[in-house]
C-alpha cells in the first residue's frame, strides 16, 4: 500500500498535524522516504508546535518535541508535555520524545523543541549526547541554551510565532501551572 504522505504531496499543516497525532512506530505507513526528505527544520518545528497545542488542548503544559535522526531526517521519537495529564513532575516535552525514541545513540540525532528546554531537560539532552538541539521560542522562556553549547551541542533558535503566541497565551491563563512547570509544586 502507498503511503499517504509521498513525493507528490505537498508540505501542508494537515500533513504535519497527521504526523504529530499518528504514533511514531506508524509514521512508514503515513509517509515515505521522498515525503520525508522534503521536510525542513521549519516543517518539524511545526509538528512540535503541533504537539504543544495538543498538550494544551489536554489542559497541559503547551511544550512539544520532535526527534530526528540526522542521516535519514525521519522521525524517531515525539512527544509533549503531560505534567497535569500524568501527574508527573518532569514529563515535559523533551523528556516525553526522547522515551519516545527509545534506547539509541542519540549522537545521530536532532531535538526540535517548541520552547527553550528547563535545565533537567538541557542536562539530560547533554547527557545522552544529542548532537543539535533546534529551539522554537527564547521570546517566552531561556536560558539553557548557553549551558547546552557550553557542553558541545549545537543549538540553533528556529522560533515560531504560533508557537510563541500559544505558550504566551498559556502564561497568562495559568500562570500558576506554568511556574509549578518549571519549579515544581513550593
Not at 504522505?5 to 505537498?10: D, I, P, S
Not at 509538528?47 to 535519514?72: F, M
Not at 533537567?120 to 527564547?138: F, P, Q
Amino acid at each position: 500500500m502507498q503511503p499517504l504522505l509521498n513525493e507528490n504531496t505537498q508540505v501542508t499543516e494537515s500533513a504535519l498535524s497527521a504526523i504529530a497525532h499518528m504514533p511514531t512506530t506508524s509514521l512508514s505507513v503515513l509517509m515515505n522516504e521522498a515525503f520525508i526528505r522534503r521536510l525542513s527544520d521549519a516543517n518539524f518545528m511545526r509538528v512540535a508546535v503541533l504537539l504543544a497545542h495538543k498538550s494544551y488542548d489536554e489542559g497541559g503544559c503547551p511544550i512539544g518535541a520532535v526527534i530526528i535522526d540526522n542521516a535519514t531526517r525521519r522521525i524517531v521519537g515525539k512527544g509533549h508535555n503531560t505534567l497535569v495529564q500524568e501527574s508527573h513532575p518532569y514529563n515535559h516535552g523533551e523528556t516525553a520524545a526522547m522515551r519516545d525514541a527509545g534506547r539509541l545513540d542519540f549522537s545521530q540525532t536532532t531535538l526540535f523543541t517548541s520552547l527553550s528546554p528547563c535545565e533537567i531537560c538541557a542536562t539530560l539532552l547533554h547527557m545522552r549526547g544529542v548532537s543539535r538541539v533546534v529551539v522554537g521560542d527564547v521570546t517566552n522562556a531561556s536560558g539553557t541554551e548557553a549551558l547546552l553549547s557550553e557542553k558541545g551541542v549545537q543549538v540553533d533558535i528556529l522560533e515560531d510565532a504560533q508557537g510563541i503566541e500559544l505558550y504566551a497565551r498559556f502564561r497568562d491563563e495559568k500562570p500558576e501551572l506554568e511556574r509549578e512547570d518549571w519549579r515544581g509544586v513550593r
